[in-house]
């Protein structure tokens, strides 16, 4: 797999048939403001660029990158080679070869799963919405339960089975010094999970600092999923933080998107 060289790679102990990354800016032809490797159909970009750029995607992949239509929500959508661009989902689960689950983020966190077997993978657009989800079933529980469907196993109760043998990966977000948001959004985090309250910290009158990474983790971690890799929330991970190497539609309102994927060889 040749990829530019700012291209992030997961550093996880995935098996070998498990390949992962996640696109930077760069590789593309695309023009300001959405230089250079927009992945986004939606945002207002050139679409004969925006098509050469996946592209350069799909021949890094060496499979088909499935691009979702995202909503800010909880749906998974399987994939298999049928599947065409477009379906409405905010996360994806593959169990053959052929595919990418692919998902697309200009400050929002992509989150990659597979098991230790290499039976499947997945992939989650996390933003605060459909990680908060309702009543605590956001995108990741979402996600999770479609992996124990697609395996024909209950979903765990207690002792979480299957969740000691998943994998997780975050990519890159708005990190915690740059997401500012009001109290609706945590409330929509301490209705489900009462130890969000420190992801929070006080900003402006009534906002607050939000670390959307580590209430990824506390998602996952409640869920059983033990092994977490990736975004820790430093300033290296975080899209406002970093122009010249990645999207954020917090910082420039007019962007790309970048893309986190996942496939099985």
Same mark, same amino acid.
């Given at each position: ?30 023009? !300001? %403001?959405?230089?250079?490797?927009? #992945? @986004?159909?939606?945002? *207002?970009?050139?679409?004969?660029? =925006? ?111 299957? !969740? %000691?043998?998943?994998?997780?990966? #975050? @990519?890159?977000?708005? *990190?915690?010094?740059?997401?500012? =948001? ?84």
């Amino acid at each position: 797999m040749s990829v530019p060289a700012d291209w992030l790679v997961p550093d996880w102990p995935a098996p070998a048939r498990v390949r992962a990354l996640c696109t930077t800016r760069s590789g593309g032809q695309s023009q !300001a %403001p959405y230089d250079l490797l927009n #992945l @986004g159909t939606h945002v *207002g970009d050139n679409l004969s660029d =925006v098509q050469a750029n996946r592209a350069v995607l799909q021949r890094a992949l060496a499979v088909r990158p499935v691009f979702l239509e995202q909503v800010h929500g909880t749906q998974v959508q399987r994939l298999d080679s049928t599947v065409p661009d477009g379906a409405q989902a905010d996360a994806c689960l593959a169990t053959q070869p052929g595919v990418a689950c692919t998902i697309m983020v200009a400050d929002c966190l992509p989150i990659l799963l597979c098991d230790a077997s290499g039976s499947w993978v997945a992939a989650a657009h996390a933003g605060w919405r459909g990680l908060a989800g309702q009543g605590g079933v956001g995108v990741v529980e979402s996600t999770l339960a479609a992996v124990y469907a697609s395996n024909r196993t209950p979903a765990p109760v207690d002792s979480a089975p299957l !969740a %000691p043998e998943i994998i997780a990966w #975050l @990519g890159p977000c708005i *990190g915690p010094a740059a997401f500012e =948001v009001g109290d609706e959004v945590r409330h929509a985090f301490l209705d489900g999970t009462p130890g969000a309250a420190d992801c929070f910290v006080p900003a402006n009158a009534g906002k607050w600092l939000a670390n959307l990474s580590a209430l990824a983790r506390q998602r996952l971690l409640a869920a059983g999923v033990q092994a977490i890799y990736g975004n820790d929330g430093s300033t290296p991970w975080c899209t406002v933080s970093n122009p010249s190497r990645f999207f954020s539609h917090r910082r420039d309102r007019v962007s790309g998107r970048l893309a986190a994927c996942v496939w099985l060889d």
